[in-house]
């Protein structure tokens, strides 16, 4: 399912896997200030949260960043720059850069091992 924010495709929500991905260009979709990805507020909140285990983050380069809703959700910083809606930034060192598949047990273990509270 497409996902869009003001006639604006933002990603696409894959149901049976329980994941929500994106495309981005960093140039253009990187937070610096927090070295942080993100994602519109509102349907984080309203859509993605409520049917979704995973957040999978493809840049340009083909590098994946793969992370949970939960940890969106607690590590998240809110910041709202006009003209677009409030938005939940999450640093990158919240995410495991992966080229493959990974189960939410996974994730928890890679975070840990690295001593990355979660």
Not at 14 to 25: A, C, G, N, S
Not at 27 to 49: C, G, P, R, T, Y
Not at 80 to 100: A, C, E, G, N
Request: hydrophobic content about 40%; aromatic content about 14%; some cysteine.
């Amino acid at each position: 399912m497409k996902i869009e924010v003001d006639n604006r495709f933002i990603g696409e929500l894959l149901e049976d896997k329980k994941l929500f991905y994106k495309k981005v260009v960093e140039s253009k979709h990187l937070f610096k200030k927090e070295d942080a990805w993100a994602i519109d507020a509102q349907k984080f909140k309203d859509v993605i949260e409520p049917k979704c285990t995973f957040v999978l983050i493809t840049d340009e380069h083909g590098t994946n960043y793969l992370t949970l809703t939960e940890i969106f959700n607690k590590k998240g910083v809110y910041y709202h720059f006009k003209p677009h809606r409030s938005q939940i930034f999450l640093p990158r060192r919240y995410f495991v850069k992966t080229l493959k598949a990974m189960t939410a047990e996974e994730i928890k273990q890679y975070f840990k091992i690295n001593h990355i509270g979660i």
